[in-house]
C-alpha cells in the first residue's frame, strides 16, 4: 500500500519570495508516479507538477519544481517568485503507473502568501 | 484537454431524499473515474472506483447501498446519495484518468447540504 506524509499543516510566505513543501511517501511498486495538487477557496483541484518515477531529472513548470530524492522517498515542492494567487491548499500525492487506480493523498499543506 | 464536469455544483435536500451527481470526462474517455468526499480542512477520501460497464468497487467503510455508483458510459459516471441524512452533507469530488501517466482530472466538486 502506498502512503503520503505532508509534514507541514500550514506555510505562509512574502510576496516574491520562495517557498518549500515538504512531502514523503512510501512504496512498495518499481515503478509509480507522484503529483503535487493546488486547491484553491473555489476547492477545484489543479495538476500543478508531475513526477515520474523512474525520471532522475526533477520536473519543473515555469515558478514550480519539486525536489525528488528517490531513495530517500521525498518529493518536496519549490515555488518561486510566490504570489498571491499561489495562497491555498497544496495536496501531494502518488499513484501507480496506470491511469486507472486512485490517487493517494497527503493531509495537505495550507500555504499563506503575505502581501 | 482533459476537463472534467460534475454537476450539480450545489444542491440543498430535505432529509431522506435522493440526490444524483453526475461526472463527465469532456474529452477523452474513461474507463475508469474515482469518486471522493472532502470533509472542511481535509484531504480527499476515496469512496469508491467506478468501473465502465461493471460493478463498482467500494473502499472499506462506504455504504454501497446508500452511495450508488453507475458507470453507464466511458464519459460518465453516477453518483447517487440514497435516503440522504445531514451527515452526509459534504463536499463531492469525482476524478477521471485520461490513462496518460497516472494523471487523474477532477471535476469541479459537489456541495451538498442535507437539511
Known amino acids: 500500500a502506498q502512503t503520503v506524509t505532508q509534514s507541514q499543516p500550514e506555510m505562509s510566505v512574502q510576496e516574491a519570495e520562495t517557498v518549500t513543501l515538504s512531502c514523503t511517501y512510501d512504496?512498495?511498486?518499481?515503478?509509480?508516479?507522484l503529483f503535487w495538487y493546488k486547491q484553491p477557496p473555489s476547492r477545484q483541484m489543479i495538476l500543478v507538477i508531475r513526477?515520474?518515477?523512474?525520471?532522475?531529472q526533477n520536473a519543473t513548470e515555469n515558478r514550480f519544481s519539486v525536489n525528488f530524492q528517490k531513495a530517500a522517498k521525498s518529493f518536496s515542492l519549490k515555488i518561486s517568485d510566490s504570489q498571491l494567487g499561489d495562497a491555498a491548499m497544496y495536496f501531494c500525492?502518488?499513484?501507480?503507473?496506470?491511469?486507472?487506480?486512485?490517487?493517494?493523498f497527503g493531509k495537505g499543506t495550507r500555504l499563506s502568501v503575505i502581501a | 484537454g482533459a476537463v472534467v464536469s460534475q454537476h450539480p455544483s450545489r444542491v440543498i435536500c430535505k432529509s431522506g431524499t435522493s440526490v444524483k451527481i453526475e461526472c463527465r470526462s469532456l474529452?477523452?474517455?474513461?474507463?475508469?473515474m474515482f469518486w471522493y468526499r472532502q470533509f472542511p480542512k481535509q484531504s480527499l477520501m476515496l469512496m469508491a472506483t467506478?468501473?465502465?460497464?461493471?460493478?463498482?468497487?467500494?473502499e472499506q467503510g462506504v455504504e454501497k447501498d446508500k452511495f450508488l455508483i453507475n458507470h453507464a458510459s466511458l464519459t460518465l459516471s453516477t453518483l447517487t446519495v440514497t435516503s440522504a441524512h445531514p451527515e452526509d452533507s459534504s463536499f463531492y469530488i469525482c476524478?477521471?484518468?485520461?490513462?496518460?501517466?497516472?494523471?487523474?482530472?477532477f471535476g469541479p466538486g459537489t456541495r451538498l447540504l442535507v437539511l
Open positions: 513526477q515520474e518515477a523512474y525520471k532522475q
Open positions: 467506478s468501473n465502465e460497464g461493471s460493478k463498482a468497487t467500494y
Open positions: 476524478s477521471a484518468g485520461s490513462g496518460r501517466g497516472g494523471t487523474q482530472y
Open positions: 512504496t512498495s511498486e518499481s515503478d509509480y508516479y
Open positions: 500525492a502518488s499513484a501507480q503507473t496506470s491511469g486507472n487506480t486512485p490517487l493517494v
Open positions: 474529452d477523452f474517455q474513461a474507463t475508469t
